[in-house]
C-alpha cells in the first residue's frame, strides 16, 4: 500500500495522438485544451483526481514513440520517468491502431511499474465493425486492459475502478517476453547484476535500466556508477559488433515483432483503415493538383464570409458610436465642461473606443471561422 | 533484387533494410517501420516533396522523399514505367491510377486491374506489352504507363 502521507502519482503516457489529454480532462474534470494534431502536449501538465480515499496527481505527459529520445517531447517523457519513476504508469493505446502503439507499451511494462492500459477509441473500431480480444491483451502484457472511448466517458469507471485497486494494492508489472538476440539478452544480465550492486534504484526494474543504457549509451545521467558506465560502454560495442546494427534498431524490432504477434492474436480481423469517411474527404482535400487550389478556396470564402458579415455589424457599430457621441454632447454637464476636456472626452476616449470596437465583430467572427477549420483538422493537412 | 520504392501512388514494397542514416532508421524503427514490413504508396504531395505511406499494420505515415529513397526495398507492385521492370518478364496489373476517362481507355483496350501482361518492349517508346488472354499486344505511351500499377508475379503462367 502507498504511503497515505504522499500524493500518489499517476503518469499517463501514450504516443502521439491517442486521445491523452481527452482522457486527462475527463478524469480531471479540467479543460485543458486538445489539438487533433500531434504535439499538442509539450509540456507535462498535472491534475488532480479523487478514487475513494485517495487524492492523486495525475500527470499527463507528452506524446512519444520510445523512451529513447528523438524529440523534445520524449527527452522530457524519458527524464520523468528514469529520474521521478511514478506510482503507477497509465498507457494509452489507439484502438485503431494497436501495433504502433504497443512498441511504447512494452517498453514501459519492461519497468516493472505497476501500470494499467487504456485502450482508447474503442467506439470507433466497434463501428467499424472489427474487434478487439482485450483479455488477450491484458493476459499477454500482464496488467490491467480496460476499453474506453474518452470522447464518450464509456468505459471510465472501470478504468477509474482498476486505478484504485493497483493504488491500494500495488502489483509490480512482469517483464513481457520478448525475444531478443542472446547477446543482448547477456549484456542485459551482466549490467543488471552491476547495478543490483549499487542501491540507488528501488522503483524501476534492473533488466529494464541495463536495456536503457546499452540503448542509450552516452547519457550516463541515469546511473553514476563507474563499473556500470564500463560495462555498458563495454557490451555495447560487443552487442553491435555481433549483430552488426545499431542496438535501438534491434531493440525495437524486438519490441515489435512482440507486437506483431499479440497484435496477429488479438484482433479479429485484418487491421483497419483510420477513418473510412475522413479517407474519403482526405481523396478531395489532398488531392495532388486540386488539394492547393482548394484550400486557397476555403480561405477565400472564409475572408468573405468574415467581411460580408464583418461590415455591416461594423457599421451598425459605428452609427451606435456616433448617435452615443450626439447624445452625449448635448447633456448640460458635459457641455460646460472645458474645450480641452471635451475634445480629449470625445476625440481621444470615445472615438478610440468607437474604433477598437468596431474591429470587434471582425475579430469575433475570425476566430469562430478558424475555430471551425482548426476542428476539422484541415491545418493539421495543410502541414502534409 | 533491391531498390528503392518508385514513388507513384499505389506502388508497394517490402523493406529489406532501414538504410544508412542512423537518425531516420533509429525513428523508423521506434515507429514500428522495420525491415519485413510492407510499404504501400498512398499519395503525393502537391509538390512532391512529402509521400503518404502506409505499412501492412495499418498506419499511415508521412515521410519525406530522401528518406524514402534510401529504404533499401523490394519492390512488390510499381508503376509499368519503373526502372526495375524487365523485358519478357510476366506482370500482373494491380490497380489503374488517373481519371475515370484514363481507365475506361484503358480497359477498351483490354487493360484492367487481374489480368496478365508480359513485356515485350521497354526501351523505346511506345511501350509494347502483351495480353495474355487476349492474346494481342497494346502500345503505350511512358505517361500512360506510369499510371498502371503492376504486380510482380512469380511464375509465369502457363
Redesign the interface.
Known sequence: MIHQDKEPIVALSSIPNTGKTTLFNLLTGSSQSTGNWPGVSIEKKQGHMRLGEYQIQLIDLPGAYALLPTTEEEQVVRNFFLETPPDVVLNILDARNVYRGLGLTLQMAMSGLPMVVAVNMIDEVQKQGAELDIPVLSEHLGVAVIPISARTGEGLPELQRALYQLIKKPAHTRSPHISWPPVLEEAVKSISRKIDQCSEFQKLDHNFLAMRLLEDGNNSNIVHDEPVAMAVKNWRQRVENITGSEIPVICAKCRFNAARGLVLEATHQQPIPPDARSEKIDRILLHRWFGLPLFLLIMLVLFQAIYGLGVPLQEILSQGFDAGEAWLRAQQSIATLPIWLQSFLFDGVWQGMGVVTSFFPIIALFFIFMTIIEDSGLWHALHF | MSSRLSLQAGSECIIRS?GPD??V???L????V??GSRLRVI????FGE?V?V?I?????F?LRNDEINILDCEMVAMPLSDKSVKIEQYYQIRSLSGGKTFQQKMEHQGISPGIIIQIRELNKPPILIGLLQEKKIVALGFGEAEKIIIEVIDDPPG
Open positions: 532501414l542512423k537518425k532508421a533509429r525513428r524503427a521506434q515507429m514500428g522495420l525491415p499519395r503525393l504531395a502537391p512529402t503518404e502506409s501492412d499494420q495499418g498506419q499511415y508521412a
